[in-house]
């Protein structure tokens, strides 16, 4: 078996979102695979190695080795790795580009589980990235799979229409919210004041906030007086028009 190809993280990723974790080399990686999961039993290493090892090599595996990367996603969940959304997020780098529907990707997807109990913590990278080049195709594939839309993904979609239209993305995450989604009435009520620096501006927002109101986003009185208090007055007009009727 091949040993799997490995990036130059120093080269290829700057940031410390991604742990060290000891990972195996190629599926046969004997001492790996016999001796980690004893030092994880007596306490050398958490539980979690096996999860951190995944999305290490998630991010590090280079596309020519798919089937090793895939040979080794098997063992290491069969030793009890989950696919996390870091996980998924990270097989997204390819050619020093970040959000790429990579091979990784694709076949990490395909066993990734959605969890509603567990945020997808990198929508922001995935609709900054959308401005940038309008590629939506890892978005699409994360809705299509289940993935779990955030307040904190729809708030940021929102103020990029602080600077000029929908872009790509915006609408696809909205509408990801479907009926029975408690955001459809909780969006504005989970908001607090970390997540906005200040109101929303420009003219832009009344087809977002029409399209909101057409998906059955709503809000109420109490919420909008504390967005008055709170942030400004663009914002509570706008939500003026999904106020829930009595």
């Given amino acids: 078996m091949e040993m799997i190809q490995l990036m130059d993280p120093e080269a290829a990723y700057d940031g410390d979102d991604l742990l060290p974790s000891p990972y195996p080399m190629d599926v046969d990686d004997d001492y790996y695979f016999e001796k980690i999961p004893y030092l994880i039993?007596?306490?050398?290493?958490?539980?979690?190695?096996?999860?951190?090892?995944?999305?290490?090599?998630?991010?590090?595996?280079?596309?020519?080795?798919?089937?090793?990367?895939?040979?080794?996603?098997?063992?290491?969940?069969?030793?009890?790795?989950?696919?996390?959304?870091?996980?998924?997020?990270?097989?997204?780098?390819?050619?020093?580009r970040i959000c790429q529907v990579t091979p990784r990707f694709k076949l990490l997807l395909e066993k990734y589980e959605?969890?509603?109990?567990?945020?997808?913590?990198h929508f922001k990278d995935l609709l900054s990235s959308i401005r940038r080049n309008g590629d939506v195709?890892?978005?699409?594939?994360?809705?299509?799979?289940g993935v779990f839309v955030t307040t904190e993904a729809l708030w940021f979609a929102l103020q990029g229409v602080n600077y000029g239209p929908m872009v790509p993305g915006v609408e696809e995450l909205f509408k990801a919210v479907?009926?029975?989604?408690?955001?459809?009435?909780?969006?504005?009520?989970?908001?607090?004041?970390?997540?906005?620096?200040?109101?929303?501006?420009?003219?832009?927002?009344q087809s977002v906030f029409?399209?909101?109101?057409?998906?059955?986003?709503?809000?109420?009185?109490a919420t909008i007086e504390r967005m008055i208090t709170e942030n400004g007055p663009n914002i509570a007009r706008l939500m003026k028009r999904l106020i829930e009727k009595s």
């Fill in 41 to 96: 039993k007596i306490g050398v290493y958490p539980d979690s190695l096996f999860t951190n090892a995944l999305g290490h090599i998630a991010f590090m595996a280079v596309e020519c080795e798919l089937q090793t990367f895939e040979d080794i996603i098997d063992k290491l969940i069969d030793l009890g790795a989950v696919v996390t959304s870091e996980a998924l997020y990270y097989a997204t780098f390819q050619a020093q």
């Fill in 114 to 121: 959605p969890d509603c109990g567990t945020k997808f913590t």
């Fill in 137 to 145: 195709k890892v978005l699409h594939l994360l809705l299509d799979r």
């Fill in 178 to 205: 479907k009926p029975g989604n408690p955001l459809l009435h909780r969006f504005f009520d989970e908001l607090d004041q970390s997540m906005y620096p200040g109101d929303l501006y420009g003219d832009n927002f």
């Fill in 210 to 221: 029409e399209m909101m109101r057409e998906l059955g986003f709503r809000t109420t009185e």
